[in-house]
Protein backbone atom coordinates (compact mmCIF):
# COMPACT_ATOMS: atom_id res chain seq x y z
CA UNK A 1 0.00 0.00 0.00
CA UNK A 2 1.41 3.51 -1.20
CA UNK A 3 1.35 5.92 0.98
CA UNK A 4 -0.80 8.83 0.38
CA UNK A 5 0.35 12.34 -0.78
CA UNK A 6 -1.90 14.45 1.27
CA UNK A 7 0.82 15.70 3.92
CA UNK A 8 -0.30 19.61 3.61
CA UNK A 9 -3.59 19.89 5.89
CA UNK A 10 -2.15 19.02 9.46
CA UNK A 11 -5.79 19.13 11.35
CA UNK A 12 -6.72 16.48 8.63
CA UNK A 13 -3.29 14.06 9.19
CA UNK A 14 -3.39 14.78 13.05
CA UNK A 15 -7.34 12.92 13.15
CA UNK A 16 -6.09 9.90 11.55
CA UNK A 17 -2.77 9.59 13.90
CA UNK A 18 -3.70 6.81 16.14
CA UNK A 19 -4.99 4.85 12.89
CA UNK A 20 -2.33 4.95 11.34
CA UNK A 21 1.10 3.73 10.85
CA UNK A 22 4.47 4.44 12.82
CA UNK A 23 6.61 5.12 10.27
CA UNK A 24 10.52 4.02 10.40
CA UNK A 25 12.95 5.90 8.31
CA UNK A 26 15.98 3.67 7.66
CA UNK A 27 13.91 0.87 8.46
CA UNK A 28 15.89 -1.76 6.70
CA UNK A 29 19.02 -0.64 8.06
CA UNK A 30 20.95 -2.87 11.18
CA UNK A 31 18.29 -1.30 13.01
CA UNK A 32 15.57 -0.71 11.71
CA UNK A 33 15.10 -3.75 10.10
CA UNK A 34 14.41 -5.31 13.45
CA UNK A 35 12.80 -2.96 15.14
CA UNK A 36 10.07 -3.25 11.84
CA UNK A 37 9.92 -6.66 12.42
CA UNK A 38 9.02 -6.23 16.53
CA UNK A 39 6.38 -3.99 15.66
CA UNK A 40 4.92 -6.03 13.16
CA UNK A 41 5.00 -9.35 15.75
CA UNK A 42 3.28 -7.05 17.92
CA UNK A 43 0.42 -5.97 15.72
CA UNK A 44 1.03 -2.71 14.99
CA UNK A 45 0.98 -0.87 11.44
CA UNK A 46 4.35 -0.05 9.84
CA UNK A 47 5.67 2.14 7.31
CA UNK A 48 9.10 1.12 5.79
CA UNK A 49 11.29 4.29 4.70
CA UNK A 50 14.00 3.57 2.46
CA UNK A 51 15.60 5.07 -0.50
CA UNK A 52 15.49 1.95 -2.44
CA UNK A 53 12.00 0.07 -3.38
CA UNK A 54 10.19 -2.77 -1.97
CA UNK A 55 12.68 -5.89 -3.10
CA UNK A 56 10.51 -8.50 -5.01
CA UNK A 57 9.44 -11.34 -2.68
CA UNK A 58 8.91 -9.11 0.35
CA UNK A 59 5.81 -10.54 1.56
CA UNK A 60 5.67 -8.50 5.13
CA UNK A 61 2.35 -7.07 5.79
CA UNK A 62 3.85 -3.25 5.90
CA UNK A 63 3.78 0.24 3.67
CA UNK A 64 6.40 0.88 2.02
CA UNK A 65 7.89 4.48 1.26
CA UNK A 66 10.68 5.18 -0.77
CA UNK A 67 12.28 8.71 0.21
CA UNK A 68 15.63 10.16 -0.37
CA UNK A 69 16.19 12.12 3.46
CA UNK A 70 19.48 14.19 1.68
CA UNK A 71 17.44 15.73 -0.86
CA UNK A 72 13.77 15.76 1.13
CA UNK A 73 12.38 13.79 -1.90
CA UNK A 74 9.57 11.60 -0.80
CA UNK A 75 9.43 12.55 2.74
CA UNK A 76 5.80 14.67 2.74
CA UNK A 77 4.32 11.79 1.51
CA UNK A 78 6.37 9.26 3.93
CA UNK A 79 4.84 11.24 6.80
CA UNK A 80 1.16 12.05 5.92
CA UNK A 81 -0.88 10.02 7.84
CA UNK A 82 1.35 8.33 10.28
CA UNK A 83 1.12 8.24 14.32
CA UNK A 84 4.02 8.20 14.93
CA UNK A 85 7.98 8.36 13.93
CA UNK A 86 10.66 6.45 14.55
CA UNK A 87 13.95 8.04 13.37
CA UNK A 88 16.54 5.84 12.97
CA UNK A 89 18.25 6.74 9.35
CA UNK A 90 21.48 8.13 10.23
CA UNK A 91 24.04 10.78 8.30
CA UNK A 92 27.55 10.76 9.71
CA UNK A 93 27.84 13.89 7.95
CA UNK A 94 24.55 15.55 7.66
CA UNK A 95 23.07 14.50 10.61
CA UNK A 96 20.83 17.40 11.94
CA UNK A 97 20.59 18.51 8.52
CA UNK A 98 18.31 15.26 7.68
CA UNK A 99 16.65 15.26 10.86
CA UNK A 100 15.77 18.85 11.04
CA UNK A 101 14.17 17.87 6.91
CA UNK A 102 11.83 15.31 9.40
CA UNK A 103 11.13 17.25 11.95
CA UNK A 104 9.37 19.90 9.62
CA UNK A 105 8.09 17.55 7.65
CA UNK A 106 6.38 15.62 11.18
CA UNK A 107 5.10 19.11 11.94
CA UNK A 108 3.55 19.91 8.82
CA UNK A 109 1.77 17.18 9.00
CA UNK A 110 0.57 16.93 12.45
CA UNK A 111 2.99 13.73 13.69
CA UNK A 112 2.12 13.58 17.70
CA UNK A 113 5.28 11.81 18.32
CA UNK A 114 9.22 11.25 17.14
CA UNK A 115 11.05 9.30 18.51
CA UNK A 116 15.10 9.15 17.88
CA UNK A 117 17.55 7.00 18.67
CA UNK A 118 21.21 8.59 19.92
CA UNK A 119 24.54 7.11 21.21
CA UNK A 120 25.50 7.10 25.04
CA UNK A 121 28.57 9.64 25.22
CA UNK A 122 27.77 12.21 22.40
CA UNK A 123 27.46 15.05 24.62
CA UNK A 124 30.85 13.57 26.27
CA UNK A 125 33.06 12.81 23.17
CA UNK A 126 33.59 15.01 21.03
CA UNK A 127 34.04 12.94 17.82
CA UNK A 128 32.21 14.48 14.82
CA UNK A 129 29.62 12.33 14.19
CA UNK A 130 29.24 12.00 18.19
CA UNK A 131 28.86 16.46 18.06
CA UNK A 132 26.28 15.90 15.13
CA UNK A 133 23.92 13.44 17.06
CA UNK A 134 24.11 15.65 19.71
CA UNK A 135 22.92 18.73 18.10
CA UNK A 136 20.40 16.37 16.62
CA UNK A 137 18.83 16.34 19.84
CA UNK A 138 19.55 19.81 20.65
CA UNK A 139 17.18 20.32 17.56
CA UNK A 140 14.60 18.04 18.53
CA UNK A 141 14.31 19.12 22.24
CA UNK A 142 13.48 22.77 21.09
CA UNK A 143 11.43 22.34 17.93
CA UNK A 144 7.86 22.11 19.80
CA UNK A 145 7.21 18.49 18.09
CA UNK A 146 6.50 15.73 21.41
CA UNK A 147 9.34 13.29 21.33
CA UNK A 148 11.36 10.66 23.21
CA UNK A 149 14.76 9.77 22.96
CA UNK A 150 17.20 7.31 23.64
CA UNK A 151 20.73 7.23 23.36
CA UNK A 152 22.25 3.68 23.49
CA UNK A 153 26.02 1.90 23.64
CA UNK A 154 27.76 0.48 21.17
CA UNK A 155 25.96 -2.74 19.17
CA UNK A 156 27.22 -6.01 19.33
CA UNK A 157 27.89 -6.39 15.09
CA UNK A 158 29.77 -2.85 15.29
CA UNK A 159 32.36 -3.83 17.77
CA UNK A 160 32.70 -7.36 15.88
CA UNK A 161 33.33 -5.58 12.64
CA UNK A 162 36.55 -3.42 14.39
CA UNK A 163 38.38 -6.72 14.79
CA UNK A 164 37.13 -8.66 11.75
CA UNK A 165 37.48 -5.28 9.15
CA UNK A 166 40.92 -5.83 9.84
CA UNK A 167 41.24 -9.89 8.83
CA UNK A 168 43.93 -8.92 6.04
CA UNK A 169 46.33 -7.08 8.04
CA UNK A 170 48.71 -9.66 9.90
CA UNK A 171 48.04 -7.92 12.77
CA UNK A 172 44.86 -5.95 15.13
CA UNK A 173 45.65 -2.63 15.82
CA UNK A 174 43.20 -1.27 18.89
CA UNK A 175 43.11 1.86 20.79
CA UNK A 176 44.56 1.22 24.18
CA UNK A 177 42.41 1.83 26.97
CA UNK A 178 39.32 1.84 25.30
CA UNK A 179 36.44 0.35 27.05
CA UNK A 180 33.28 -0.80 25.62
CA UNK A 181 29.72 -2.06 26.57
CA UNK A 182 28.19 -3.49 24.03
CA UNK A 183 24.36 -4.13 23.37
CA UNK A 184 22.21 -6.17 21.29
CA UNK A 185 21.24 -4.69 18.20
CA UNK A 186 17.67 -6.64 18.57
CA UNK A 187 17.39 -5.11 22.34
CA UNK A 188 17.24 -1.68 21.51
CA UNK A 189 14.90 -2.29 18.29
CA UNK A 190 12.83 -3.85 21.30
CA UNK A 191 13.00 -1.10 23.52
CA UNK A 192 12.04 1.61 20.77
CA UNK A 193 9.03 -0.60 20.00
CA UNK A 194 7.98 0.05 23.77
CA UNK A 195 8.89 3.82 23.46
CA UNK A 196 6.96 4.49 20.58
CA UNK A 197 3.99 2.60 21.70
CA UNK A 198 3.75 4.80 24.81
CA UNK A 199 3.68 8.20 24.96
CA UNK A 200 6.55 10.86 24.53
CA UNK A 201 8.76 10.83 27.49
CA UNK A 202 11.62 13.36 26.51
CA UNK A 203 15.06 11.98 26.75
CA UNK A 204 14.91 8.34 28.68
CA UNK A 205 17.55 6.27 30.46
CA UNK A 206 19.95 5.39 28.52
CA UNK A 207 20.75 1.20 27.27
CA UNK A 208 23.63 -0.60 27.77
CA UNK A 209 25.14 -3.84 27.46
CA UNK A 210 25.22 -6.16 29.71
CA UNK A 211 28.76 -5.94 30.27
CA UNK A 212 31.94 -3.51 29.86
CA UNK A 213 34.63 -4.90 28.44
CA UNK A 214 38.48 -3.79 27.22
CA UNK A 215 38.44 -3.46 23.73
CA UNK A 216 41.82 -5.94 23.67
CA UNK A 217 39.03 -8.29 25.62
CA UNK A 218 36.56 -7.79 22.89
CA UNK A 219 39.16 -8.49 20.10
CA UNK A 220 40.02 -11.06 21.89
CA UNK A 221 36.93 -12.69 21.95
CA UNK A 222 36.33 -12.11 18.34
CA UNK A 223 39.94 -13.76 16.83
CA UNK A 224 38.26 -16.77 19.19
CA UNK A 225 34.80 -16.90 17.65
CA UNK A 226 36.08 -16.68 13.78
CA UNK A 227 39.40 -18.92 14.29
CA UNK A 228 41.67 -15.88 13.19
CA UNK A 229 44.98 -15.69 14.85
CA UNK A 230 46.70 -11.90 14.60
CA UNK A 231 48.58 -10.24 17.04
CA UNK A 232 47.08 -7.50 19.11
CA UNK A 233 48.71 -4.24 19.24
CA UNK A 234 47.45 -1.26 21.41
CA UNK A 235 48.09 2.29 19.86
CA UNK A 236 47.55 5.08 23.10
CA UNK A 237 45.79 7.70 20.12
CA UNK A 238 46.51 11.34 21.35
CA UNK A 239 43.61 14.00 21.62
CA UNK A 240 40.03 14.59 23.28
CA UNK A 241 38.23 12.21 21.51
CA UNK A 242 40.98 9.43 22.47
CA UNK A 243 41.23 10.79 25.82
CA UNK A 244 37.49 11.07 26.76
CA UNK A 245 36.75 7.27 25.40
CA UNK A 246 39.49 6.22 28.12
CA UNK A 247 37.69 8.33 30.74
CA UNK A 248 34.70 5.88 29.78
CA UNK A 249 32.60 8.77 27.96
CA UNK A 250 30.80 6.01 26.06
CA UNK A 251 29.59 4.04 28.90
CA UNK A 252 26.49 3.82 30.87
CA UNK A 253 27.38 1.22 33.71
CA UNK A 254 24.72 2.51 36.01
CA UNK A 255 22.08 1.48 32.66
CA UNK A 256 23.47 -1.85 31.77
CA UNK A 257 19.79 -3.20 30.87
CA UNK A 258 20.72 -5.35 27.94
CA UNK A 259 20.70 -8.73 28.50
CA UNK A 260 22.97 -10.56 25.48
CA UNK A 261 26.07 -10.22 26.36
CA UNK A 262 28.82 -10.07 23.78
CA UNK A 263 30.30 -14.26 24.22
CA UNK A 264 26.20 -14.77 23.45
CA UNK A 265 26.33 -12.89 20.29
CA UNK A 266 29.64 -14.35 18.65
CA UNK A 267 28.00 -18.03 19.57
CA UNK A 268 24.83 -17.01 17.90
CA UNK A 269 26.30 -15.76 14.98
CA UNK A 270 28.85 -18.15 14.83
CA UNK A 271 25.74 -20.82 14.60
CA UNK A 272 24.13 -19.08 11.88
Known sequence: MAPSNNATDPAANAA???DGPVLVTGGTGTLGRPLVDRLLADGVAVRVMSRRPRRTGDGRPCEWAVCD???GVGLAAAVSGVRAIVHCATDQWRE???LSRVVEAAREAGVPHLV?????GVDRIPLPYYKGKFEAERLLETSGLPYTI???TQFHNLVAAVTTGQRRL???VLPAGF???????TEVAHRLAELVRGEPAGRVPDMGGPQVHSARELAEQTLRSTGLARRIVDVRFPGRTARAFRQGGNLAPDHATGKVT??????????D
Open 116 to 120: YISIV
Open 262 to 271: YGEFLAARRA
Open 96 to 98: TKV
Open 150 to 152: LRA
Open 69 to 71: LTK
Open 179 to 185: RVQPVEV
Open 170 to 172: PFV
Open 16 to 18: ADH
